[in-house]
């Protein structure tokens, strides 16, 4: 089992970048799938980003692509989502998200293991 642990948030302008952080417990990680998703107040979860194993896959939802890059280095066991041209609208909380399952998922159900968040706040 993998424990996750996000860091990397915090305040930002919009027009601003930060770069999130998920750390894993176990040198396993690099055989997980990994994704991000983000919760903002009064909304449901969704879906963020998602890479492979490999790092060879990603994949991004509309509303940031182009904006945010997910990558990971198995070698040091992180993750890693950097946001650039924050905007308001991605104010939110962060998660990481990891499983043993091959290929990529945007789906939250399909994610075994979650981090407890980050918060990201993005002013206008």
């Known amino acids: 089992q993998v424990q996750l642990v996000e860091s990397g948030g915090g305040l930002v302008q919009a027009g601003g970048s930060l770069r999130l952080s998920c750390a894993a417990s176990?040198?396993?990680?690099?055989?997980?799938?990994q994704a991000w998703f983000r919760q903002a107040p009064g909304k449901e979860r969704e879906f963020v980003s998602a890479?492979?194993?490999?790092?060879?896959?990603?994949y991004y939802a509309d509303s940031v692509k182009g904006r945010y890059t997910i990558s990971r280095d198995n070698a040091k066991n992180m993750g890693y989502l950097q946001m650039n041209s924050l905007k308001p609208e991605d104010t939110a909380v962060y998660y990481c998200?990891?499983?043993?399952?091959?290929?990529?998922?945007?789906?939250?159900?399909?994610?075994?293991?979650w981090g407890q968040g980050t918060q990201v706040t993005v002013s206008s």
């Open positions: 998200a990891a499983d043993l399952r091959g290929g990529i998922s945007l789906r939250e159900n399909e994610y075994n293991y």
């Open positions: 176990q040198r396993a990680f690099s055989s997980y799938r």
């Open positions: 890479i492979s194993w490999s790092g060879a896959v990603t």
